[in-house]
């Protein structure tokens, strides 16, 4: 029985070491990757609008310890706002702007500023979350 103990705990102690990063790091980098994939989803906009929203309230609850985590957290956050401010502008002009030029006009710039911002944006958090 002793003979089988050691390798046992041998293993139990591996087990325990393996995985032992910041979860809070790991959060980040799962909820960024869920963001990214809820607005490639293709899902209607209520639903991205939805699901983005979500994706924002856990961001903001992930608690990650290195420099470039929380840089990539904070830039995800305002990276999805802007995506959720694009998205808004998406719905006001296809729900709220039938035959009406000037505001369809307005809400279609502001869908195309809000949605190359949070580009920008997204991209910089994929690149902080590599280093």
Excluded: W
Aim: hydrophobic share 35%; glycine share 6%; with cysteine.
């Amino acid at each position: 029985m002793p003979g089988r103990l050691v390798p046992l705990c041998i293993c139990l102690a591996l087990v325990t070491g393996c995985g032992s990063g910041n979860p809070g790091n790991a959060s980040v980098e799962r909820d960024v990757e869920r963001g990214l994939a809820e607005i490639q989803s293709g899902h209607d906009r209520k639903t991205v609008q939805a699901k983005l929203t979500a994706v924002i309230a856990r961001l903001r609850s992930d608690k990650p310890d290195s420099d470039s985590k929380r840089r990539a957290k904070a830039l995800a956050i305002a990276g999805f706002e802007a995506k959720l401010t694009s998205v808004r502008a998406e719905r006001e002009f296809y729900e709220n702007d039938s035959g009406q030029v000037k505001e369809a006009t307005i809400d279609a710039a502001r869908a195309d500023t809000f949605r190359k911002r949070a580009e920008e944006l997204l991209r910089a958090a994929k690149r902080a979350l590599e280093d």
